[in-house]
């Protein structure tokens, strides 16, 4: 069964025809200021099974590594969509939030908890990564 979503006023949209490579909380500074709270919520896929109609505005950053990551959000309702990196070029990663069934969303890990406030209640079972751990590629 595919994975689909979009921005809140339907101007971008996916289909993502595979399983999900990773999902996880990140509580990144640049995540925690995206998503207005303490932490985001990520799933990652193989890029070439995703299919975007719409027009994403997009906003580069340096990440730790010294790769880029781009930040895809709706131009008309400001909603966040997606992100790539450019040290992961087969890798395409969602908000979670913007699933259209949001409860498929299954955490494995919390990366960056180092960045974390004791406000942001996360499950204690989860795996847990100051930073980034190697991801698999």
Not at 15 to 36: L, V
């Amino acid at each position: 069964m595919s994975y689909t979503g979009g921005c809140n006023c339907g101007a971008i949209r996916y289909e993502i025809n595979a399983e999900p490579i990773m999902a996880g909380h990140c509580q990144c500074r640049d995540c925690q200021r995206m998503s207005g709270t303490g932490h985001a919520s990520h799933i990652g896929f193989p890029k070439p099974a995703v299919m975007v109609q719409g027009k994403a505005t997009h906003w580069e950053k340096a990440t730790d590594s010294g790769n880029k990551a781009t930040r895809a959000f709706c131009p008309t309702c400001g909603a966040p969509v997606y992100t790539t990196n450019s040290g992961m070029p087969d890798f395409f990663i969602v908000e979670a939030a913007s699933l259209d069934d949001p409860s498929r969303f299954v955490p494995q890990m919390v990366v960056y908890t180092s960045s974390g406030f004791a406000w942001d209640h996360i499950d204690p079972a989860l795996p847990r990564f100051a930073k980034m751990p190697v991801m698999p590629r």
